[in-house]
Every structure is written in structure tokens, then in C-alpha cells.
């Protein structure tokens, strides 16, 4: 049995994540949680934070208390505090699942450092269909190649921090590796004051930020005379969650590592 701890229990995908966890049919079992100090849930048992009975579990204001009651963390919470969480993971040989987005370049850099030690999976959307997209991405950049615009657009709830979003750069990145071009050289994010005409091998991102959206992607392949659109729509966290937890139950077992999700579904392999 793996046991998990959730960073961020009271969050809108740690909510989720119990929820995932508790309802899976993977051998694991939820054994831990933690929420910030004045969140009101701390100090509550994180099944009635969904409405269920309780299950013994209390969310806690610190992971370390917690070290000896998991083997896998899944970190749904900030760059911030997911880097804490690393460190913590590291020193005691814990796996991780981390969710988070917003990383820099520098703090990606630290995740990786630490999976050389310790294995994890850390995707920037764990959800089956996004990484479905992905793919698709790569085979209609490669048979579009240059000639074509690609613009990205994303739509989120008012509540998400980072802009774009974690998925979008990672299409992004796809799209640009696939064409042999860099994402930091390549990439606009938003045009005003520029009165210059589009330069074909840009690739634009365009955000929105309203209302409940759950996660909206879409990726424009406009040449002349048709454009092709790649499109996904979450309508539930649940999609990420199921993949957070997919994620941790592959993880058992595996020696260290930065897996994405590509390895989760077995895409790798298969290659
Ligand atoms: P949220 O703000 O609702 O939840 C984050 C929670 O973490 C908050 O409750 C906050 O209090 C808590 N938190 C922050 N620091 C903490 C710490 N040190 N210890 C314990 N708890 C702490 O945000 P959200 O919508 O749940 O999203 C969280 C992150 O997950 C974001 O970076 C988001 O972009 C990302 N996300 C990723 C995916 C994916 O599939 N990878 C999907 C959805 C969201």
C-alpha cells in the first residue's frame, strides 16, 4: 500500500485530490495532508472538507510533522511552497507527484536536481486528454512546419496566479522543440505596441482570466485559405486529479527520476 500525503489539502485541486485518493481503486491510501496554519480546515479531518465522514486523517500546518505517516507527496500548491516540499522529500527519501505550475526556469532546474535522488512525476496538466493534445500537436506542427501561424489560447478561472498557463508554455515547448525552434526566442506574449507584421515563426499566447473556467487550450494552425484548431476543455478537476493519482500509484516502486506523464501512460515505452 502507498501511502499519500496531500500539500495544500483545502486548495481547490487538494479538495479534488482527497476526493481522487480516497475513491481510487489503486492500492493507496490517504494517510496525511497539510493546509497553511491559518486556514480554517486546519485542524479538521480532510474527509468533511468534501463532505464526507471523517477518516481519521487531520490536515496539519507542517509536512515535517508528518514525515514518518507517507511515502508519496502530491503537491497541487505554489512554486514556493512546493520547493519546501522538495527539500523535505529529498532529506527523507520521499516520492512526489507535483501538479504545481509557475516555475522558473532556475526552480525547474531544483526539481530536477532533486529527482536525480528521489522519483517524480511533475507535469504542468495530468489530465489524459491534455497529454492526448500534445501529441497531436507534434504531428500537426511537424506536417505544418513553417508554413503556417500558430497562435495559443488559454482560458482560466479569476482565481489562477500564473498567466500563461503551465499547459500552454508546455504546448508551447512541444510545437517549438518539434520545429526546431526555441520557446524563449519564439514566443509573444501580447502584441500591443507592436506595429511590425507578424513574423511567421513566433508563436503567440493570448490568456484569459474569468469567471469558474476549469482550463480551456486552444492551439491555432492558420495558413492560407484553412486553419486547423487543437482544442481541450476541462469541465472538471477531476481530470487532473485521476491523473495526479494514476501518477502516484505508477510511481511505486520506480527509482528516482523526473518522469513526466508520458511515462505515467506508458507513452515512452512504447516509442
Ligand atoms: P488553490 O489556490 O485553490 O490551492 C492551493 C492551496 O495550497 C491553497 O489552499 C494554499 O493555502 C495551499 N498552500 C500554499 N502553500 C502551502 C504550504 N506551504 N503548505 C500547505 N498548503 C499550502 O490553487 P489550485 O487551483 O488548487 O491550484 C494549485 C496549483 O496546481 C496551481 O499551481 C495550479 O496552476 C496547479 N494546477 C495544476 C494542474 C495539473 O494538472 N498539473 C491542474 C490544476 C491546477
Redesign the pocket.
Known sequence: MNRIAI????????R?LIEAVISSDYQLELTAA???ED?PAHGVDVATLIGTAPIGVVAA?S?ESLVDDFDTLID??????SL??VALCLRHGKSMVI????FSDLQKQALAEAAATIPMVF?????VG?NVCLKLLQSAAAAFGDNVDIEIVEAH?R????AP???ALRMGEVIADTLGRKLDEVAVYGREGISAERDRKTIGFATIRAGDIV?DHTVIFAGPGERVEITHRASS?MT?AG??VRAAAWLQGKGPGLYGMDDVLGWVDKQ
Open positions: 500539500a495544500g489539502a483545502a486548495g481547490r485541486m487538494g479534488t497539510t493546509v497553511l486556514d500546518a509536512l497541487f500548491t505554489s512554486p514556493e511552497a519546501e516540499h501538479g504545481t505550475t509557475g507535469a504542468p496538466n495530468m489530465s491534455v478561472h482565481h489562477k496566479k500564473d498557463s503551465g499547459t482550463g478537476r487532473f491523473g495526479a
